[in-house]
């Protein structure tokens, strides 16, 4: 497998990850603290902090400090296009998706 493809396919698998997804649909709105982050998604702020670090691994997000607060946003921003691509795929495909809940 070439390393171009690699690469690809772990950015896939991060960005994937149901609560990091989440995050970046909140981003594409502008820049979010870490707080307003964890309201919106419902998760304890050590937990988002914890999917931004893996975002920001695959430099999908930058952060900036102001304050006493972080600030994150997208840096990747055509992963968006991804996403709305993965959307719209899903959609598609939907009668072999497995429900749950």
Same mark, same amino acid.
């Given at each position: 497998m070439k390393e171009i493809h690699f690469r690809a396919a772990q950015l896939l698998e991060c960005v994937g990850e149901p609560i *990091?997804?989440?995050i970046i649909?909140?981003?594409q709105n502008g820049p979010c603290?870490?707080?307003?982050?964890a309201r919106l998604t419902k998760r304890h702020q050590t937990t988002v902090c914890q999917h931004l670090a893996?975002?920001?691994s695959f430099q999908?997000? *930058?952060y900036r400090n102001r304050k006493q607060f972080t600030f994150y946003e997208l840096k990747l921003k055509s992963v968006v296009s991804l996403l709305e691509l993965a959307v719209q795929c899903a959609g598609q495909a939907g009668a072999g998706v497995p429900q749950t809940g």
């Open positions: *990091r997804f989440q649909c909140h981003l603290s870490v707080g307003k982050l893996a975002l920001r999908v997000v *930058r």
